[in-house]
């Protein structure tokens, strides 16, 4: 996962299929996206857009979110109790901030998207060798 150097930000909503579920979100321009291909990630279609806490806020629909956990109990998905889309959620990854599902953000067309991949599959693994990266 590396670092792109945001040239601004741009504040943009997000949510369920259903509404039911909706969010705002300042993220920077680039907008830095990863695919996973873990289980829950190869399975749901999600995307992730991390963005810290303080640029996340929740503006409808905590009385609709339904949380599941598995594995590690560390993440925390966050499913519409409506239409079942997750939106956003706490990854394991950076349980700091939150994981925005790309497809699920009404992004203005003008926006640069620069997408990566992540080896879900072998998480611990490379998510050490992210992190000694980033520590160097």
């Not at 579920?21 to 279609?45: H, K």
């Not at 901030?97 to 620069?114: R, Y």
């Amino acid at each position: 996962m590396t670092e792109v150097s945001p040239q601004s930000e741009v504040t943009c909503k997000g949510g369920c299929h259903c509404g039911s579920v909706c969010y705002r979100a300042r993220l920077p321009d680039p907008i830095r996206a990863f695919r996973c291909n873990c289980s829950i990630c190869s399975q749901t279609g999600f995307i992730h857009v991390f963005v810290q806490q303080a640029h996340f806020e929740l503006l409808e629909g905590h009385d609709e979110l339904v949380e599941y956990q598995f594995h590690t109990r560390t993440a925390r998905h966050l499913f519409c109790g409506k239409c079942g889309v997750k939106s956003f959620y706490v990854p394991r990854s950076h349980p700091e901030a939150f994981s925005l599902n790309l497809n699920c953000i009404e992004l203005p067309a003008e926006i640069e998207v620069i997408t990566g991949e992540f080896d879900g599959r072998n998480w611990s693994e490379n998510i050490r060798r992210l992190r000694s990266e980033r520590d160097d």
